[in-house]
Each structure stands twice: as C-alpha cells, then as structure tokens.
C-alpha cells in the first residue's frame, strides 16, 4: 500500500458519499472542507465506510488527521499496511 | 422462529424509521423496524380505493432545491442515505400563496418571489423582514441541544404587523408545528427554510416513489422489516430497555431501540409505564381533508396557478384546537396537478383541502353519525376553500367529480397511532432523542426535524448520533 493508492481508496469513499462533488481536480495538500461541501455527517460517513470496506478504526480523537487527502494519506497508510 | 436478537429494533415503519433503519443496516447493524400496519409510510402513505391511487399526509414535499445547490437537507439527506436525486423524480410547484380577505402574498421556489411581495405589500415591513430573515438563515436549527425560545417573541422583535406577522406563521404552522399559538424558534426556523428560503416539489405519483425508495435501499442494505407486527410493550430492567413484547405476545431484545412512534405513545408502551410524563406532552391539534377527484384538470377552471393556498378569513390567524368537528376560519388547499410535470399530466384532477380539526369531538362517533358528520364537513370545508379561488358554479363541480374521499381525526388517530389524531405529535419535542430509558431513543415526528425531508433526517441524525458515532467514540 503506497500513499497513492491510499489516497485513491478515499477519494473512491468521498465519490460514493458524495457523488454530487467534482472530485478530478482536488488538491492533496489542503483541506477537503475548503474545497469540497463536505459536513461533519459526511465525516462520519468517510470514517464508518473506511471500517466498513476496510476495518480501520479511526477514533474520534483523530478525526482532524482526515482534513486533507494529504493527511488522510500520511495517517491512513500505516494502519492499510499494519492489516496488509 | 425468526431470530429474536437485534443490534437495533426500529419501532415503525414511516420516513423517519426507516431513514434510520437504511443508515444502521448500510453500517453492517442487525436491524429489524416493526411496523403495525401492512403499509410503510407512516403519518405519510398512500392508498388506493377502487382502483384509485391516493396519498395520505404529502401535499408536497417541503425542502425542495435545484439540483446543484449544496448544504441543504435534501441534498444531505441523499448522501446519507445514498439515494440518487433523480430517484425521487422530484418536480417543483409552480407557486402557492398565502390568502387572507385583503391581502395575499405570493411565494415560489425563488425566494426572491416572496420577498418582493412583502416589500410591495408592507413597505413599512421590510427592513425589519430582512433583519428577520438574516436571523433566521444564521440560526443553527439542527442543533441537538439549543433552548427553546418562542418564535411569536422573535419575530416581534424585528416585525410589527400583526398581519404580516400572521401571514406568515399560518403556513409554517399547518405545514409542521404541534404548539397552538406559537412555535418555537428553532421549529420555527426549519419551516421557514423549508417552505420559503427552499421550496415545494412532489413526484408525479406522490409519495408512494419515495417511500419505494426508500424500502429498497434498506432491503438492498440487509435491513429486515415485519410488517403488521407492532410493539406492544418496552419491558424495563435497569434502566434499560431490556426486552420488546410484540404485538403477537413473541418478545424480541435489542442493543440499542429507537422508537419514530411519538413521545406519549413510547412512554405508554413502556413497563412500567410512564404515565405523567406521556400526560404532560400529549399533542391535541388534529386536522381533518377532503378529497376531491375530477375528470378534469382543475386549471379548466382558472385553478391553474396556485399549488398550495394558505388561507385564513378571522381577524387574528388562530392556531388552536378546533372549537367544532372542523373550524372552518382557516385552512389549506392543495392542487396535485399543479406542479411542473413537465410534459407529464395526472390522469386526473385532485382539489385536497385540509383543516383543523377536534379528535374529541370524532372519535366517539357512532358509525352512522360519523359517516353522515363526514359528508356534512366534506361540503362545508370545500366550500370554505372555495371562497379563495376563482368561482365555478357547484354544478359544474359536481357533474365534474367522479370520487371522494376524507379523512377525520379518527382516520389519523387509526392509522398513525398518535393520541388525539395530533398530526404532528407532541408540542414539546425532544431534540435530543434521548429518554428515561438508556438505551430507547426517539426519532421522527417528536424529536423534532419536521416535514418529510425532516423526518428522514431525523432518523438519520439519531442513528448517527446515538449509534454508529457512539460506536466510533467507544473505538
């Protein structure tokens, strides 16, 4: 699991959650909140989905790593490799 | 023997219930919704006599946005539970009005629409309307735990017309609240957004389409659902709902039950039962509508462009209990066939009006005296209403109409199990959701959320909140 494809599995997330974004030019370094209109239900929603498809856990004292693709990526892939 | 344990046992199968049933079963949760009717949908569902489709409880849904507008319940609601816009196969009104004897205010989709008509019609109003709409578009209506405060008190704040002020509250209140008089403010702010700053729209066959929607999304997701299986009792023990007894005498238990069948009407099934508390918040406005079906289109008329009117004849717009079986001062008319279809019609013509009504003064009716009180009201309702749209001769009405029908207090009160027929439930809702019990939630009509986008809401915000988010935290 690279950081690539980490970030990939979460923009497929946030298409499934959010299929009224346009998700092909997002920018990895900031925050998805300033350039998507996600809410704090589709926060909860990327969380649930990523135990659901994946089984990672992300407690809720970590939901501010979730804050960019970038972010997701640097905290995401330890956990994708931990279960690989 | 079907299985008897649940993560989560759902009690009713209207909007509100089955939102949350398709949240929790999406999220891998053993969910069962028990349901005491045949039919799903609750306070709205639909019905056919005589081959004859009909809607119960939609006049329109409220909360209506163009596709492309974002952060609003519609569009929330489709993301959390998945559901594509286009299945809704949503069409927009074409505008309504708000008619009282020497003003009307004509209001549409476009916000703009209503707010021109208020500086038209009460120019010394409009500052003061603006200031109110600006309070209103920054308020946090769906927070779980703000106080209540009396939307009569703020609106006096920035408006001073008490006929602009009545104007305006008579179709928030009979689109949504269980308070006589007044409202409170947040119930108040998710209507006015609801039906004015968002707007009307319904599928061309009614509310039936979403309800379909809705049951397959939660079969899709592995929900189980038993249907004229209602919960006749919620068995205590440690200050947890322990066990369900259904309607049948089987006894089912549950890690978590939410409950979309009214405050008053929980606590009555609970044992011991909560007797005080289900006095205490009991709703009593209760509405009564006709039906009318025609073998034309109701714009042969001149009834062409109004899909919904509001109207009120008495000098100060009075919210209460009827007085009488009907009070005929105030009411709402709805033309189905009056919404953009686009090149689609209804096969039809519907002219649907809907009043307040008196539970008490139904409900204990002898049968004949009942079916003979409704054919008395249905003529002097549709009669009241008529004084508000373009004349037609009644015999031309007549010869025109090829199907009734009505329903009372009792019909509300028989097939959404709500005390007194209160149409909207309880007049103190419980944001929160929480109860007595620790693990029994509310959801639905008496937590708060209103119209049917809110009722989908609502069982989708306590699903969040009380099950999966709760179950993150714990993680």
């Known amino acids: 699991m690279t950081k690539d494809n980490c970030k990939k599995l979460v923009i497929d997330i946030i298409s499934d959650i959010a299929p009224d974004e346009d998700l092909s030019a997002i920018k990895p370094e900031i925050k998805l909140r300033d350039q998507l209109q996600l809410d704090s239900m589709d926060f909860l929603d990327i969380v649930m989905e990523l135990r659901k498809r994946h089984g990672i856990e992300v407690p809720e004292a970590d939901y501010g790593q979730l804050a960019s693709l970038e972010s997701c990526a640097d905290y995401l892939t330890p956990k994708f490799v931990a279960k690989s | ?475």
Not at chain 2, 170 to 198: H, N, T, W
Not at chain 2, 201 to 215: F, K, Q
């Open chain 2, 1 to 475: 023997m079907k299985d008897s344990h649940y993560d989560v046992a759902i009690i009713g199968a209207g909007m509100s219930g089955l939102a949350a049933g398709i949240r929790l079963a999406h999220f891998g949760r053993k969910v069962c919704i028990f349901e005491r009717h045949n039919a799903p949908g609750g306070l709205n569902s639909f019905y056919s006599i005589a081959g004859r489709k009909y809607d119960v409880g939609l006049h329109a849904l409220t909360n209506y946005v163009a596709p492309g507008v974002k952060g609003t319940p519609l569009g929330k609601l489709l993301r959390q539970l998945r559901i594509e816009r286009e299945e809704f196969a949503l069409c927009p009104q074409k505008q309504s009005r708000i008619a009282f004897p020497d003003c009307s205010l004509k209001f549409t989709n476009d916000f703009a629409v209503l707010e021109a008509e208020v500086a038209a019609k009460f120019p010394q109003q409009i500052d003061g309307w603006r200031a109110l709409v600006q309070a209103i578009r920054s308020y946090d209506d769906v927070s779980l735990d703000a106080t209540p405060v009396s939307a009569r008190d703020v609106v006096a704040g920035h408006l001073s017309d008490p006929l602009l002020i009545d104007m305006i509250f008579c179709p928030l209140m009979y689109y949504g609240s269980a308070q006589e008089r007044d409202m409170e403010f947040g119930q108040f702010v998710i209507m006015f957004k609801a039906l004015f700053l968002e707007g009307f729209a319904r599928p061309l066959d009614g509310v039936r389409v979403i309800i379909r929607v809705l049951l397959e999304k939660f079969r899709q997701a592995g929900g189980e659902r038993r249907m004229k299986c209602g919960v006749a009792k919620i068995i205590e023990e440690q200050g947890r709902a322990a066990r369900l007894i259904l309607d049948g005498g089987d006894e089912i238990t549950a890690g978590q039950v939410i409950s979309s069948i009214g405050f008053a009407e929980t606590m009555r099934l609970c044992e011991p039962p909560q007797k005080e508390a289900a006095e205490k918040n009991t709703g009593a406005l209760s509405y009564a509508e006709t039906i009318s079906v025609f073998n034309r289109a109701p714009a042969e008329w001149g009834w062409s462009e109004d899909t919904i009117i509001f109207f009120n004849d008495s000098d100060r717009f009075d919210y209460s209990q009827a007085r009488e079986q009907v009070d005929l001062r105030s009411g709402v008319i709805c033309f189905p066939n009056n919404f953009d279809y686009g090149d689609q019609r209804l096969p039809e013509g519907l002219f649907r009006v809907t009043g307040l009504a008196n539970y008490d003064l139904w409900a204990h009716l002898p049968e004949e005296t009942y079916q003979a009180d409704k054919r008395r009201w249905f003529g002097e309702i549709t009669r009241s209403a008529r004084r508000f749209l373009p004349k037609v001769d009644d015999a031309v009405l007549t010869q025109a109409q090829i199907a009734t029908d009505m329903f009372t207090p009792r019909t509300i009160r028989k097939f959404t199990g709500h005390l007194n027929g209160a149409i909207y439930g309880a007049p103190h809702k419980i944001r929160n959701g929480r109860t007595h019990l620790q693990n029994l939630y509310l959801c639905g009509t008496d937590q708060g959320f209103l119209g049917i986008i809110g009722a989908m809401l609502s069982g989708i915000s306590m699903a969040n909140y009380h099950v999966l988010q709760a179950s993150t935290a714990r993680s």
